[in-house]
């Protein structure tokens, strides 16, 4: 019988540009969710934008990591 040996995995840590990226992240997705809320309560007329506001931080909150990986990968 051969002895396979499995090689072994290097343990990936985060760096601290990685948990800014992720804060500030997370805390655009909140403002996001947040907006959302605001939406039903905001002066007459301006639901819609105040929705769409939300809607779009939300959206840019899971944008970030994504482009900010992208960077980071293609610089190697």
């Given amino acids: 019988m051969s ?3 499995a090689p072994k995995r290097t343990r990936n840590s985060a760096s601290f540009a990685d ?4 804060v500030f992240a997370f805390a655009l997705f909140l403002f996001g969710l ?3 809320g605001a939406s039903f309560s905001s002066p007459e007329g301006t ?6 506001g939300g809607l779009l931080a939300s959206c ?4 970030v990591p994504i482009l900010y990986r992208w960077a980071r990968d293609s610089r190697r």
């Fill in 3 to 5: 002895d396979i040996a």
């Fill in 19 to 22: 948990v800014i990226v992720f």
């Fill in 34 to 36: 947040y907006l959302f």
């Fill in 47 to 52: 639901e819609f934008w105040v929705f769409w």
């Fill in 60 to 63: 840019f909150a899971f944008l």
